[in-house]
């Protein structure tokens, strides 16, 4: 029986409807190509962001942009909640967790993009 996995990303966004939805597929997008993941395989997307970003939700964003990704990912439960406020923490985030049957954790990739890589050096070339 194949476990359940989870694979993480974030991004850096504008307050804008269009950064966030770009920024939102881009990362997912990333995830998705990097770990060649299947439709069937997901279970859950979840999204947080920081409380600079209250133009539009993620999942929202991700069902708009659903002609930028390798396939619709509308049967795919989303959820998006407000990441804890964080004094000095970095600002104008999105965060994704993906879960799913993907194979073994260790061999996920991750995708910390643009003003995101700062928060995992550890996973970022």
Do not use: H
């Not at 770990?35 to 947080?48: A, G, W």
């Amino acid at each position: 029986m194949e476990r359940l996995s989870a694979v993480r990303g974030a991004v850096t966004a504008e307050n804008t409807k269009e950064s966030i939805q770009s920024q939102t597929v881009r990362v997912v997008k990333e995830i998705i190509e990097a770990n060649n993941l299947k439709l069937e395989d997901f279970v859950t997307i979840q999204f947080s962001l920081t409380k600079d970003l209250d133009v539009l939700n993620p999942a929202t964003a991700l069902r708009l942009g659903k002609d930028d990704l390798p396939y619709d990912l509308s049967s795919v439960p989303l959820f998006c909640t407000q990441e804890a406020y964080i004094q000095g923490g970095l600002e104008k985030v999105i965060r994704v967790l993906i879960t799913g049957y993907f194979g073994e954790q260790k061999s996920l990739k991750f995708a910390y993009l643009d003003g995101a890589k700062v928060l995992r050096t550890d996973l970022v070339k």
